[in-house]
């Protein structure tokens, strides 16, 4: 298991960590893409994360689950501005526990302008565009 901290966008179905689900939206239906998925944030003890969820996946869990991620993407989502970590069609996800684990909200990677490095197809961040969910922003 790698923390969330070491993800990095990747065409592969490569990630597997275990996190806590700290917020949840509202199930949305987009165009074209057929099951309604939802948005969520997440966290580790090292960074934040945006999630999507898909289909019935989105009332199956709960804010407080910890949950782990077996072979998940971590890629644009399918309107192509954001930048979401799922299972995608090879990965599986599974609560294993809840409201027991040590997290942070900041930084959150899916909030990091990630750039290509040369050739060699790996991206690396470039700049950050906010420490924390611009989603999900930090209750004050």
């Known amino acids: 298991m790698i923390p ?31 099951a309604a998925t939802c948005l969520a944030l997440v966290a580790d ?21 910890i949950i782990r991620l077996t072979n998940g993407i971590f890629s644009y989502s399918g309107n192509r501005n954001a930048l979401v970590l799922r299972a995608g069609k090879r990965g599986r996800i599974e609560k294993v526990g809840e409201f027991t684990m040590n997290y942070v909200e900041t930084p959150n990677i899916s909030e990091i302008k990630w750039v290509p490095e040369g050739a060699s197809g790996r991206y690396v961040p470039e700049s950050v565009v906010s420490p924390y969910s611009r989603i999900f922003p930090p209750l004050r």
């Open 45 to 65: 003890e090292t960074a934040a994360v945006h999630f999507q969820f898909w289909g019935s996946e989105c009332d199956s869990f709960r804010p407080g689950d």
């Open 4 to 34: 969330l901290s070491d993800v990095t966008p990747s065409a592969l179905n490569n990630v597997t960590t275990q996190f806590i689900l700290l917020h949840m939206a509202r199930a949305n239906k987009e165009p074209g893409l057929g």
